[in-house]
């Protein structure tokens, strides 16, 4: 059992992730407060999956997927993972936390005799299904070695980044800064080329094949030109996210108007509202603003 | 002679064109105010490259690849191609340039008995030079017959974008205002990094391959890294052509506060006497700003 994991958390990234390991033929236990979501993964995976005191205790390695706000929690909480895991184990944390958080969240790992691996993902739930994510990871080599089955199974490719907890995270924020002041210019650009009479299909066409084309353009683009709002990735992730990033930043005295006015948006379209609907909800922002036509599953969706 | 090009401008871009004409065994004759570059040309294309009247006169179509504040001068000039053209000519104009421009110099081409293709590019000299680039373009059915041979030597996409001048203009705006904001994240993000104790070296190894990243940012990342602030392409132009994109946005009454931000930066940079360095110059107010330290071709480079 000293190379089984426990899977926690099943949403959409963290089902996908449980979905590699298991292609892999890795012994994973997978739990979710979300029952339904339990149940579908046992008939996949065919193994226990209440988070007993038995598979926790027994396992390598536990692969921490809940969101950021349920992270602290479920490691540390009263009925957290902290107490259950056998010294040795490794807490492979991958929720979008700040670098500083998780170097405090290895201190108190090892505090009670843990390993911590700082190990942050990208890539999308369908990426994690086909296990092909990126993984920003950093921690001491001990914990690699213990994870380095998970994490091939889970990723196309693997950073390390360091031999301690934080540049992991830290990188992730540089990841999240690009990533949100790119959805935000994503809906701005859509916004401003209706306005200027362009059609939303011709853009989705055009721009992946020139240079003004991002990862997030073309993931983002299609749900705009669709008119699909559904959060496939919300805009409170980003109200998150770059709160995370600018934080970081104003601790070292850094400022970062970009990234500052991409947060405002992701923020404005929280505050009216938007912040359960997919983060390109942002174009709403100029719809409004302007008396734009957003294209809509009727006029302009597939 | 009906099918032969003049090309007017053979900076990198018109340069790299010329070279995927002529691979393309299209007769082309090159003209630049450069003599350097007009002698470099001559030795290539064995053509004749002063831009004497019979050349012009016998041109099917004429490629215009000055910048922007030039453009104009070279078409509708005292000395301008206008007055040389023979009637029927296609004056296909590349420059960014804004859809309201593309619209007025198809008026005034069309009023002294000229065709006129609304085909500004994207992708970079290199990819010019391999005939690769992207064509945005609008124009009458007739220009577009005209114009087919040259568009498809340089470009690996033309783009058809309606049947008269802006829309293609109008497509590039909305490729510039995301191209532009992608450079100031990119600058942005790598000072951000840099001010986390993330490596240069380390976010051009890990971004590309996660969901933050961008055309931009991979072209011009490397840059940074490297610490390499010569003009490929400069402050200024996109101080240039995220102005056209406000100003065209103002008078449709949208606000571009993304786009708002990111000329801000390339301004305060040209400001700052960085006008005519790499548009990743804009990196060196975060390092200002906050005292970092960037990458240096000694320190960090290659």
Redesign the interface.
Known sequence: MENSFVLMGLGAMGYGMGQSLLRAGIEVDGFDLNAETRSRFRQESGRSLDIDAAAVTAAGAIIVVVNAAQTEEAIFGTEGLASKLKPGAVIISCATIS?QQAVDFEARAEALGLMYLDAPI???SARAAQGKL?I?ASGKPEAFTKAQPALEAMA??V?R?GDKA??GS??K???????G??I???A??F???L????DAE??M???P?????????E?RGPYIAAGDYRPHSAVDIFVKDLGI?TS??SA????????K??L??FRDASEKGLGREGDVAVVKL?RD??G?ELPSPTNGGE
């Open positions: 670098a990208s890539g999308g990126s920003m196309e490719t950073f980044l934080g540049p830290a990188m924020s540089v990841n999240q800064l690009l990533a002041v790119h935000a210019a994503t701005e650009a916004a401003f080329g306005s200027q009479g362009v011709q853009i066409q055009v721009i094949r020139c240079a003004g084309s991002s990862w997030m353009f993931n990033v970081a930043a070292s005295s850094l400022e970062l108007p970009v990234a006015t991409a405002a948006r100029y603003q302007a734009l």
